[in-house]
């Protein structure tokens, strides 16, 4: 298994759990490619090419919470009706590029942020993630151009496009190269 996948949401939560997902609404398995597109890191093994996984997202239709499940894992999530983010913080330790460690308390915050793309929405922008979709580049609704939302054959959303962060940082004395900012577009198709 690759570095990066332990990083991707399997170190960051625990445990995973055979329960089926939280919540009463399923609101579709994603298959995401990241894309790097800044990488400010000296520490070694950390994907510098464009890398997939899959995450669910999933909520309680009365508004009582929503959540991403990565590996089974799942977390905390929020959703404005367009956006579903997350956030999760964890510690970690890290190598120098000479084989010793940080020396100090590491952590990663991971954070997902996508919007969700109705089926006339995706259709409108050529069923393709437009470049700037969590700033202003997703059609809003307009002549048959709907939001996501749930539907009577369930929750309307076939993309979800936007980025994921990866933040490295430490307390205490730590070596400069451990502080580090990852970011990566995330393509994401519906399964």
């Known amino acids: 298994m690759r570095l990066w996948l332990v990083l991707l949401g399997v170190a960051l939560s625990g445990c995973p759990t055979e329960d089926p997902l939280p919540g009463n609404e399923n609101m579709g398995q994603y298959a995401f490619i990241a894309e790097p597109q800044n990488l400010m890191c000296g520490l070694p093994n950390l994907p510098a090419n464009a ?6 997202f999933s909520r309680n239709r009365d508004g009582g919470g ?5 590996n089974g894992i799942s977390r905390d999530a929020g959703f404005d009706g367009q956006v579903a983010s997350s956030s999760l913080a964890s510690p970690r330790t890290f190598f120098l590029p000479d084989g010793g460690q940080c020396g100090c308390d590491m952590k990663v915050t991971e954070t997902i942020a996508v919007a969700l793309l109705s089926q006339s929405q995706s259709s409108a922008l050529g069923d393709k993630c437009p470049a700037d979709a969590l700033d202003g580049g997703v059609p809003q609704e307009d002549a048959g151009v709907r939001r996501p939302g749930s539907t009577a054959t369930g929750f309307d959303s076939v993309r979800a496009c936007g980025t994921l962060f990866e933040e490295i940082s430490g307390t205490g004395s730590c070596d400069p190269l451990c502080s580090c900012l990852l970011k990566y577009r995330l393509v994401g198709e519906r399964q």
């Open 51 to 56: 890398f997939g996984f899959t995450g669910t």
């Open 66 to 70: 929503m959540f991403l499940t990565l």
